[in-house]
């Protein structure tokens, strides 16, 4: 099992960079694929981006394509997701999720069966 931490949401105005940071506590961090997700006011949660177990396979939403970067530390078990370009469409609650299929394929919600409790990103106009 595994416990996620999240931080480093805050608010930035639009064009503007944050990096989230996902700290995990348990030994399976480094075999688990990792995944951020975020949900905006009215919306679903969605899938934003997933890395595999040993951080060689990577994949992003459309949206997010090109601005944002996803990444790990298994020595530090943490997560890392680095937004640029941020968007007032990027307001949302993002939440970092463990995987132990750690080859990073789920993008779905009910694939993640570990969550953190989410930290807020919001981007202003």
């Known amino acids: 099992q595994v416990q996620l931490v999240e931080s480093g949401g805050g608010l930035v105005q639009a064009g503007g960079s944050l990096r989230l940071s996902c700290a995990a506590s348990g030994r399976s961090f480094s075999s688990y694929a990792m995944g951020w997700f975020r949900q905006g006011p009215g919306k679903e949660r969605e899938f934003v981006s997933v890395?595999?177990?040993?951080?060689?396979?990577?994949d992003y939403a459309d949206s997010v394509k090109g601005r944002f970067t996803i990444s790990r530390d298994n020595a530090k078990n943490t997560l890392y997701l680095q937004m640029n370009s941020l968007r007032p469409e990027d307001t949302a609650i993002y939440y970092c999720?463990?995987?132990?299929?750690?080859?990073?394929?789920?993008?779905?919600?009910?694939?993640?069966?570990?969550w953190g409790q989410g930290t807020q990103v919001t981007v202003s106009s």
């Open positions: 890395i595999n177990w040993s951080g060689d396979y990577r």
């Open positions: 999720a463990a995987d132990p299929d750690g080859l990073g394929y789920a993008r779905r919600t009910y694939g993640y069966p570990y």
